[in-house]
C-alpha cells in the first residue's frame, strides 16, 4: 500500500515535471528574446530603410505585409471554395475522398520542398523570376489546407434549419449558401484567414527560395523582396547583427501572440453566433 | 353554398428511408382555405408526409418516393421547379430558426432572393408580414436588432413573417408551437386563426386540444398510413375507427 | 370564370418562366462548377508539385545510381559525388531524438493539461503551448544559435553546432502539435470508461495509465507523427543549429546536416547535376514524409473504425 504511494506520488512528480518543462520552454524563449529585444525596438530601427548607414527593418515589414496581402487573396476565396464543395455539394465518395487526401498531403509536405518546387515552377519555368509574386503563390498553396479545413469546421457547424429555412422559402441551393450559410460562417472563415497569416509570417524556408532576400522597398509584386522571417533568418546566419536579430525576432513573436489573440476572439464569435439562439 | 377547392392532393403516395416504410399509401385532398390537421403518434409519418409536399424531404439522402403529390392539379414532383413551388409552398419548422441576422433581413430575405431590390418596396413587405403575423407592434422599433435575441415565440411568429413575406398560397407548419410556452403557443394559434381567411394551412400537432380548437379537417396518421380524415368535430366527437376514438381520448399515449 | 382566366395568363407567362428557370439553373450549376474546381485545385497542386519535384529530382537516380546517392558517404557535388546517406542519418537521428524528447514530455503535458491541472493553471498553460505552436521556426532556430549552441559547447565541448542542439530545438518546437493532439483525444475518452476504472478502486493515475491512455492510443500516435513530420521538414531551425557539415555523425556532439538543410543551403548557387542531385534530396524527402502521411492516414482510419 505504502508502495503504491509512493510510486504514485513519482508519477505525479513527473507528470507535473513535464507540464513545467513545457511552459518554462516557453517563458525561456519568449523572455529572453524579448527582453533582448526591446533593447534595440525604436522608432528608427522599425521606420527607417535597410541601407546608407541604416538598419532599419521598414522594407521587410512592407514586403511581409505584401506576400501576406497576396497569398491570402489567393488562397482565401479558392481555400474558401473548395470547403463550400466539400461541405455543401459533395456526396461521400472517391472525389471527396481524393480531395481530403490531396488536402491531407499538402499539409503533411515541409515547406523547403514548396520552396524547391516554386522555385523550379514560378521562378523558372513560369518566368515570375525572384518576386513576392512567385513566393505568395508557392505560400497559398501552402496555406490552402489549413484554409480549407479551418473553413469547413465552420461551416459544419451551421445549423441544419439555417439551410432548410432558407430553401423552403424558395431560395436556390447557391443563394442559400451566399445567404445565410457562409455568412453565418464568417468569423471561421476569419479564423482561416488569422490562422493562414501567422503561418506565411513565419515561414522561412519557402519564402526563402521563392522571394528572393533583396533589402530594397518593394515597387511591384513583381519585385524581389525579403520577408522579416528570412530577414532574421540572415542576420543570424551571417552573423550580421544579434542586436537586430533579437529586434527583428522579438517583432515576430509579439505578431504572432496578436495573431493568436485574434484567433481566439473570432472563434469565441463563432461560437456565441450559434449559442444565443438557445435561450 | 359549397364551393371549397382542392388545393392539394395526394395518389398513393409512399416514402421510404432506405428500408424504412415510413409513409404507406396516402390518399388526401386538402380543401383550399382551410387548416387541415395533421396528428397521431411520434414517428407514424405525419411530418414526413409534411414534408413531401414541399419536397423538402429531397434534401436528405436514401429517400425513395412513389405515388403522386398534386399542388393545383399539377404533380409536385414532376411539373414544379422546385424553387417556384416552395415559394408557394411556404413552412415553418418545428423549433424556430430565425437566421443570425437583423429582424428586417429576415423577413426581406425571400423578396430580395426572389428579385425584389427596391428599398421602399422591401419597407412596405416587411412591415405589412410582420403586421399579418401580429409581430409589428412588438418590433417596430428594433427591426435593425439581431433576430437571436427574440424570445421563443416572437422567433416563431417572425418565421411566419418571413414565410408571408413570400405571398405563398400555402403554409405548412411542422409542430410550430411545440417549443413554445402556453402563451406564446396561444399567439401563433390565434395568428393561424386569422390567417386562414388567406391561405391553406396543414398543420402538424401532438395537441390534441390545439387540433380541435384551429383546424377544420383532421387527418389521424398510424404507422404511416392515414386511418381518418374528415371534418375535425366529427373526428372529435363521432370517430368512425375504433384506433381514432382511442388516440383522442388517450389510450395511446 | 375566374379560374379559367388564371390558367391562361398562367399558360402565357409558362414560356417565359421556362426562360428564367434555365437560367437560373444555368448558374446555380456554374456556381458549383466554380467551388469544385476550387476543391479541385488541391488535387491538382499537389499533382503538379510531385511532379515537378519527381521530374526534376529522379532522373539523377540513372544517371549516377540509386545506391551511389541514397547509400554513397560522400557529398562533394562540384567532384561529381553525391551521396546523401550522412544526411538521412542525421534527418532520422534529429527527428528520433527530438519526438524521443517531444512525445514524453507533450504526453504528460497533456495528461497534465486533461487530468490533473486545476483550471486556473490550464488556462495558463494553453495559451502558452498555442503561442508556442505559432512562433515562427526561425526564431526557435535564432535562440537555439544564442543560447543552446553555446550552453552544449560551454557543458560539453565541441563547437556547440551539433545534433544534439538541432534534437533539443526540434524537441521544443513539436511539443505544442502533440500536446494539443494528445489532449484533444484524452479528453474525448468517454467518462464511462473512467468511472469504470475508478468505480473497481483503481486510483486516478492507474486510471490514467492503464485506462485513459490506452483508450486515446490512435489520438496520441496521430500526435507524434504530425509531429515526427514537423521535425523531418524543419529546414531553417535546423540550419542555424547543427553546423551543416555533411558528414555521417559519429556522436551527439558531432556536427551535422540534414536532408532539408542540404537543400536550402545550395540551392541558391547549385548548377546542373548540383542542382539535379538538390532535388534528389527532395525527393528522399517527399517519400519519407509520404510514408509517414500513409500510416497516419492509417491510424485515423482504424481510429474512425473503433467509434
Not at chain 2, 405515388?67 to 417556384?84: A, N, R, S, T
Not at chain 2, 416552395?86 to 443570425?100: A, E, L, S, T
Request: aromatic content about 8%; glycine content about 8%.
Amino acid at each position: 500500500m505504502k508502495k503504491r504511494k509512493i510510486k504514485e506520488t513519482i508519477q505525479k512528480a513527473v507528470i507535473w515535471l513535464c507540464a513545467f518543462i513545457t511552459v518554462a520552454a516557453l517563458a525561456w524563449i519568449v523572455i529572453y528574446i524579448i527582453a533582448n529585444g526591446l533593447a534595440h525596438l525604436n522608432p528608427d530601427f522599425i521606420f527607417s530603410e535597410y541601407k546608407g548607414g541604416k538598419n532599419g527593418i521598414l522594407p521587410m515589414i512592407l514586403s511581409t505585409v505584401y506576400v501576406v496581402l497576396l497569398s491570402v487573396i489567393i488562397a482565401a476565396p479558392i481555400g474558401v471554395g473548395a470547403a463550400l464543395y466539400l461541405v455543401e455539394y459533395a456526396k461521400p465518395g472517391k472525389l471527396l475522398y481524393l480531395v481530403r487526401f490531396a488536402t491531407e498531403t499538402l499539409a503533411g509536405i515541409p515547406s523547403i520542398i514548396y520552396g524547391l518546387f516554386g522555385f523550379i515552377f514560378f521562378v523558372t519555368i513560369l518566368k515570375f523570376s525572384f518576386s513576392l509574386l512567385s513566393g505568395a503563390l508557392t505560400l497559398s498553396i501552402m496555406v490552402l489546407p489549413t484554409v480549407i479545413r479551418t473553413t469547413e469546421e465552420a461551416l459544419k457547424c451551421v445549423p441544419v434549419s439555417y439551410r432548410e429555412g432558407s430553401l423552403a422559402l424558395g431560395a436556390t441551393k447557391f443563394q442559400t449558401i451566399r445567404g445565410v450559410v457562409l455568412p453565418s460562417a464568417i468569423p471561421g472563415v476569419l479564423t482561416a484567414v488569422i490562422l493562414s497569416i501567422g503561418r506565411i509570417v513565419g515561414e522561412t524556408a519557402a519564402v526563402y527560395l521563392t522571394a528572393g532576400m533583396v533589402t530594397r522597398f518593394p515597387g511591384s509584386m513583381m519585385d524581389s523582396g525579403r520577408t522579416l522571417s528570412v530577414h532574421l533568418y540572415v542576420l543570424a546566419k551571417e552573423g550580421i547583427s544579434f542586436e537586430e536579430a533579437f529586434a527583428t525576432a522579438a517583432i515576430l513573436i509579439i505578431t504572432v501572440a496578436l495573431i493568436n489573440l485574434a484567433t481566439n476572439k473570432a472563434a469565441g464569435r463563432l461560437k456565441r453566433s450559434f449559442t444565443s439562439q438557445d435561450n | 353554398m359549397n364551393n371549397t377547392q382542392i388545393k392539394i392532393s395526394t395518389k398513393n403516395l409512399n416514402l421510404y428511408y432506405g428500408d424504412n416504410h415510413a409513409v404507406k399509401n396516402i390518399n388526401i385532398r386538402i380543401e383550399e382555405k382551410k387548416v387541415t390537421a395533421l396528428i397521431g403518434p411520434s414517428g407514424c409519418g405525419k411530418s414526413t408526409f409534411l414534408k413531401t409536399l414541399n419536397r423538402m424531404n429531397d434534401l436528405i439522402p436514401y429517400v425513395r418516393i412513389t405515388g403522386d403529390v398534386y399542388f393545383e392539379d399539377l404533380d409536385v414532383y414532376k411539373d414544379y421547379d422546385i424553387v417556384e413551388l416552395r415559394k408557394r409552398i411556404g413552412m415553418v419548422f418545428q423549433k424556430p430558426n430565425p437566421f443570425p441576422m437583423s429582424i428586417y433581413d429576415n423577413v426581406a430575405y425571400g423578396p430580395r432572393t426572389h428579385g425584389i431590390k427596391a428599398k421602399e418596396i422591401l419597407d412596405e413587405i416587411v412591415k405589412s408580414s410582420l403586421e399579418k403575423a401580429a409581430l409589428w407592434e412588438e418590433v417596430k422599433d428594433r427591426l435593425k436588432q439581431n433576430a437571436l435575441g427574440l424570445s421563443g415565440g416572437q422567433q416563431q411568429r417572425l418565421c411566419i413573417a418571413r414565410v408571408l413575406a413570400v405571398e405563398p398560397e400555402v403554409i405548412l407548419m411542422d409542430e410550430p408551437t411545440s417549443a413554445l410556452d402556453p402563451l406564446a403557443t396561444l399567439k401563433i394559434e390565434d395568428l393561424v386563426h386569422e390567417l386562414r381567411n388567406n391561405y391553406t394551412i396543414i398543420i402538424v400537432t401532438h395537441n390534441m386540444q390545439q387540433a380541435a380548437r384551429i383546424s377544420d379537417q383532421t387527418a389521424f396518421f398510424l404507422h404511416g398510413e392515414v386511418v381518418e380524415y374528415g371534418p375535425t368535430k366529427k373526428i372529435f366527437r363521432v370517430p368512425e375507427d375504433k384506433r381514432t376514438e382511442d388516440y383522442i381520448t388517450g389510450r395511446f399515449g | 370564370m375566374n379560374k379559367a382566366c388564371n390558367s391562361i395568363s398562367a399558360n402565357i407567362s409558362y414560356g417565359t418562366q421556362q426562360k428564367k428557370y434555365r437560367l437560373r439553373n444555368l448558374k446555380e450549376h456554374i456556381a458549383e462548377g466554380l467551388l469544385l474546381l476550387c476543391a479541385f485545385l488541391a488535387v491538382i497542386s499537389l499533382l503538379i508539385i510531385a511532379t515537378y519535384i519527381f521530374y526534376s529530382g529522379v532522373p539523377i537516380f540513372g544517371k549516377v545510381g540509386f545506391k551511389e546517392i541514397v547509400f554513397g558517404m560522400v557529398w562533394k557535388p562540384l567532384e561529381g559525388s553525391f551521396g546523401i546517406f550522412p544526411m538521412i542519418a542525421a534527418s532520422l537521428l534529429a527527428t528520433l531524438g527530438s519526438v524521443a524528447f517531444g512525445a514524453t514530455v507533450g504526453l504528460m503535458t497533456a495528461v497534465f493539461l486533461a487530468e490533473l491541472s486545476p483550471l486556473w493553471l490550464s488556462k495558463i498553460v494553453r495559451p502558452a503551448i498555442e503561442l508556442l505552436a505559432g512562433i515562427p521556426s526561425v526564431v526557435y532556430g535564432f535562440f537555439g544559435l544564442i543560447v543552446i549552441v553555446p550552453l552544449i559547447d560551454k557543458y560539453c565541448g565541441g563547437g556547440g553546432n551539433s545534433l544534439l542542439a538541432a534534437i533539443m530545438i526540434l524537441g521544443i518546437m513539436i511539443l505544442p502539435t502533440i500536446v494539443s493532439i494528445s489532449e484533444t483525444s484524452l479528453r474525448a475518452v468517454p467518462v464511462e470508461y473512467k468511472e469504470g476504472s475508478l468505480a473497481l478502486g483503481a486510483s486516478q493515475l492507474q486510471t490514467i495509465f492503464k485506462v485513459t491512455i490506452p483508450a486515446a492510443k490512435s489520438g496520441i500516435a496521430a500526435g507524434i507523427i504530425l509531429g515526427m513530420g514537423r521535425a523531418i521538414g524543419e529546414t531553417m531551425a535546423v540550419i542555424l543549429v547543427i553546423g551543416n557539415t555533411p558528414q555521417l555523425p559519429g556522436s551527439l556532439l558531432d556536427r551535422a546536416r540534414t536532408l532539408t538543410s542540404n537543400i536550402a543551403i545550395e540551392m541558391s548557387y547549385a548548377q546542373g547535376l548540383h542542382q539535379e542531385a538538390l532535388f534528389a534530396t527532395g525527393v528522399v524527402l517527399f517519400v519519407f514524409i509520404m510514408i509517414l502521411n500513409i500510416v497516419l492516414t492509417t491510424i485515423f482510419r482504424k481510429a474512425g473504425e473503433e467509434k
